[in-house]
């Protein structure tokens, strides 16, 4: 074999790599992060006194994994009767995404079934109102 033919085989098992791995790219899904990233970028300062005033509360919000579902339980200062969301992200496809109405029983606690979420990692993300304050909480967890 001469070096022309070297070259060529070289060239084109390259050009090979290069469509397969343009071919892969096409095959994943390009999300954004949210629909409306600048929105919440306007808002960063205003979460940042959100969350500050989460760190104030005596007390966490808990997030466990039961056989029943997922428990959110929330600390005695918070007042049952808060509205607010709870939003479960996934980074890798938003049709995985959730959210639900905060809806607090007597104990402070909410109750969410297994079926409508999938394996993975999840941003939670819970935002409620109470005492003329605004409170966001943030976790990371793995189903």
């Known amino acids: ?5 070297g070259i060529a085989i070289v060239i084109v098992m390259f050009m090979l790599y290069i ?4 071919y892969r790219a096409f095959q994943r899904d390009a999300d954004l992060v949210t629909e409306d990233y600048y929105e919440q970028e306007v808002n960063y300062d205003q979460q940042k006194i959100d ?3 989460y760190q104030e509360i005596n007390g966490d919000v808990t997030i466990t994994k039961n056989e029943d579902g997922i428990y959110l339980q929330f600390p005695e200062e918070v007042d049952p009767s808060v509205s607010g969301k709870i939003n479960f992200y996934r980074p890798d496809s938003k049709k995985f995404d959730r959210e639900f109405e905060l809806s607090l029983d007597q104990n402070r606690q909410q109750i969410l079934d297994y ?3 999938y394996e993975g990692n999840y941003e939670v993300t819970v935002q409620w109102d109470g005492n ?3 409170y966001i909480y943030q976790e990371n967890i793995k189903f």
């Open 1 to 5: 074999m001469n070096w022309g033919k």
């Open 115 to 117: 079926d409508q979420f």
């Open 19 to 22: 469509a397969s791995f343009v």
């Open 51 to 53: 969350k500050q005033n």
């Open 132 to 134: 003329a304050k605004h």
